[in-house]
């Protein structure tokens, strides 16, 4: 993945994102939805993954299979709505470590405030996926990387449902180093760093709050 920004235009992908994006779409089914979108996000995310081969046998013979190499993949989640995104990539890779960033906006700055950080060990070793539904004004995404990075991670790569053009900007002027896969590049951000057209606040329309 050598170019920043990889936007997934699969069918699939752009069809369910568009059920996302509905106003009146239920709390249950933008869960499913985003469940189903993370799997195929996941998908895409892992195609440059180091491989390499062991020595298997099958029901006819012996073999030098195609397997990963290198250590266990490591999944860390922007909370709270990164967990959604989490969910439907550790059914693809449930033998993946997994970390925690807990980052809010002050709605006054729109600077992120760190409040919870736990991640594996032996990130300098490990494909590293961060995960957020939205990349909006890129203040959280790029503290985030930050932080990751303090604790040891090399390799990262970011995953978003929803990116806005200053937020790529942002992480490009912040890190260079981490390209970003993304289902959209919509249109710019509003007064209050929400992205549009978007789908409003992700977190709230996955766990039904206000």
């Known amino acids: ?28 089914s933008f869960r499913q939805l985003l469940r189903e979108i993370s799997l195929l996000l996941a998908y ?35 909370l709270r709505a990164g967990n959604g995104l989490l969910d439907g990539i550790l059914e693809l890779i449930p033998a993946a470590r997994v970390g925690f960033v807990g980052l809010y906006r002050d709605e006054e700055t729109l600077k992120p405030v760190q409040y919870y950080f736990k991640v594996p060990t032996g990130l300098d070793e490990r494909v590293t996926i961060l995960v957020d539904p939205m990349l909006a004004t890129g203040n959280s995404s790029a503290a985030a990387v930050d932080l990751v990075k303090q604790a040891g991670a090399t390799n990262i790569i970011f995953l978003c449902l929803l990116a806005a053009p200053e937020g790529v900007a942002r992480m490009r ?32 329309r996955m766990f039904g709050t206000k």
């Not at 298997?56 to 989640?77: N, Q, R, W």
């Not at 002027?173 to 249109?187: K, M």
């Open 44 to 78: 895409e995310v892992t195609r440059g993954l180091p491989m390499t081969t062991r020595r298997i046998e099958t029901p006819m013979c012996e073999m030098d299979a195609p397997v990963i190499d290198g250590k266990k993949l490591a999944l860390i989640s922007i």
């Open 1 to 28: 993945m050598s170019q920043h920004l990889t936007i997934v235009e699969h069918p699939l992908v752009q069809h369910k994102l568009t059920l996302m994006r509905e106003k009146d779409t239920s709390t249950k």
């Open 173 to 204: 002027e912040a890190h260079p180093d981490v390209p970003i896969v993304t289902a959209s590049l919509d249109e710019r951000l509003d007064e209050r760093g929400y992205i549009v057209p978007g789908l409003g606040d992700a977190g709230d």
